[in-house]
């Protein structure tokens, strides 16, 4: 019988696995999945950053040019010119002071912290890590950040300045090309790095935060019913659960966590035509299915878990 | 229910392991939630202890239930967990109070002198744009258009009398505006400096240039001051912030050349491990640079201009010169150089 597979949908799952994921192995001797950020992420995290930078300096710059503007005031009323001026000095300091932090150690301070992320990358769910598996140290971090300045400083005011005179000479196109390289670097290699990472030694991941899900063969349907064992409607056996690997079961799991009535129904069609069910006992009616997708899934599970326990592992229907 | 209940109810001997355990994980992600959200206060020393601890738990058990257990959303979770865990058990664990201490107290000059042939590299490679700089305008004059950008070049042109060119030097002490005045040097400078490191990304070559058309400009100046008999002034007045001044751009650089060297010629490692190695030592050079930046623009801003005499400046210049020497290359604290042994390249 040819197999009667799941629907498309459902198998997508499988294909997942990209050239993004890697593994860490950690002092414990445990290998951690990571995956790569994106770069289309990671462009979207700069965007977010770059623009609370843009806010912070400008509400720094309004901030003190209102108290500059106050302090002016004040002085030509009282006629205090000397000392007006000193803290009119003191407020240009600080700008300027301010305007070298906010561009230098705004990403400093934030991949410093126990995150390892901005703002704008805690946004979009990513962090950095270092690259051989070992301790993020303050020194990657300084050096990721100091490679900032031509990969994007520069570049930006060069385009400012290339827009306000509006000469490019041959020069122009050079300096062009020369940042082109730099902004196109995580597109030529295949940890995604750009050229601070590369220097640093640290790389961009995902950080993903999981909550932990139901106990399946615990809770839902089946023990809602208060049978400890599965209905005797729903026992399956050997030829009917020897049919589906771990792959399946995994699906299956999926689509009983999801709860979407639709893909239970074509899962449990699909099974029920794949293992031939109900051989020769009346059909179950429709309604039902949860419970039947339940019991199938945890005995499916019993057994693939057994054969595991003995070094016997099936990966799909294939296998 | 009770959990008891809920452990024997549960048909699967890997749901089972499961539920046994849930209590710690759920402990250790709620201690983690908080850590990253920065609020440590909050946590009790009991927790702090027990964040290692029940890392090592949920480690073992995501090991256990690969091994025996099918349960997709579980697996996901604990690794998720463990990898959470595992970023801050493994994190970046100084303070930034601690890592300046460790900083100054011998990391920073035990990276400045690991880069020592970089930084002989860059001397030599300053010295030799101070020369071009006033080879080059002895031959022609034009150069020293070309060379000395418009901001230096007010009254400081070929062909300014001697009074002019000694004001220069000399009688700035009414100046105001002077804190204004070293901020911003800072920053400009700090952003120099921050280049000249970057651009030894493309193995070290624009590095070397951006060094040689800076001191091409000193040089270029030096004769201008020559000529009219004011070499020693000049010096003076160039020494007080620029011994500390130069020295950070001849770092800035050599950490610059450090990885351009280092990506260029790698050894027996592979490229992308030579360049992090570098690109790291490197790295604590360049927190050292800004601050040396930062003393070089308070000093250029106060004593340069409140100093009004050739053997004052020389002797702040000279003084903050052996300080910087002795503190790099004479104070070794044990523990530094045995790290330098290590990281020694070349």
Known sequence: ?319 | MSEVGAIERAALRSDRFRLAREGDWRRLEAIVSRMEKGRLRSLSDEDVQALPVLYRTVASSLSIARETSLDAATLAYLESLAQRAWFLVYGPRLTLLAWLRQFLGGGWSAAVRAIWLDVLIALAVMLAGVAVGWLLVASDVEWYHALVPGQFADARVPGASREVLHDTLFGNEGKNAMSTFAASLFSNNAQVSILAFALGFAFGLPTLMLLVHNTAVMGAMIWLYHGQGLTIDFLGWLAVHGTTELFAILLAGAAGLHIGRSMAFPGTRPVAQAAAEAGRRAATVMAGVVLMMVVAAVLEAFPRQLVDNTPGRFAIGGFMLMFWLVYFYALRPRRARSATAKGAPA
């Open chain 1, 1 to 319: 019988m040819n197999a009667a597979s799941l629907p498309t949908g459902l198998v997508a799952g499988r294909m997942r696995r990209s050239d993004r994921e890697r593994v860490m192995v950690t002092p414990e001797g445990i290998a951690l999945p990571l995956t790569l950020a994106s770069r289309g992420t990671r462009f979207g995290a700069l965007v977010l950053d770059l623009i609370f930078i843009g806010l912070l300096m400008l509400v720094t710059t309004v901030a003190l040019v209102s108290v500059a503007g106050g302090t002016a005031v004040f002085a030509a009323s009282e006629g205090e010119g000397g000392n007006a001026a000193r803290a009119l000095e003191f407020l240009a300091v600080l700008w300027i002071a301010a305007m070298f932090l906010f561009r230098n150690a705004y990403f400093l301070f934030f991949e410093l912290g126990p995150r390892g992320a901005t703002p704008g990358k805690r946004i979009t769910g990513i962090r950095i890590a270092a690259r051989d598996g070992g301790r993020l140290s303050a020194e990657m971090v300084i050096a990721r950040n100091l490679l900032r300045d031509i990969e994007l400083f520069l570049p930006l005011v060069f385009l400012a300045s290339a827009s306000d005179g509006g000469d490019m000479g041959a020069a122009g196109l050079v300096a062009a090309a020369w940042f082109l390289i730099f902004a196109l670097f995580p597109f030529f290699n295949k940890d995604r790095l750009r050229a601070g990472d590369f220097i640093a030694g640290s790389w961009v991941v995902e950080a993903p935060k999981r909550k932990l899900e139901a106990v399946m063969s615990a809770a839902g349907a089946a023990s809602a019913a208060g049978a400890q064992q599965a209905p005797p409607a729903y026992r399956f056996g050997e030829a009917e659960l020897s049919v589906y690997g771990e792959f399946e079961l995994q699906t299956l799991e999926r689509v009983l966590r999801e709860k979407r009535p639709d893909s239970l129904r074509q899962v449990y069609e699909a099974i029920c035509k794949k293992i031939g069910w109900p051989p020769d006992k009346p059909i179950v009616g429709g309604g039902d299915e949860r419970l039947f997708l339940e019991c199938y899934y945890t005995q499916l599970r019993a057994r693939l878990e057994a054969g595991m326990r003995m070094g016997k592992r099936k990966a799909d229907k294939f296998g």
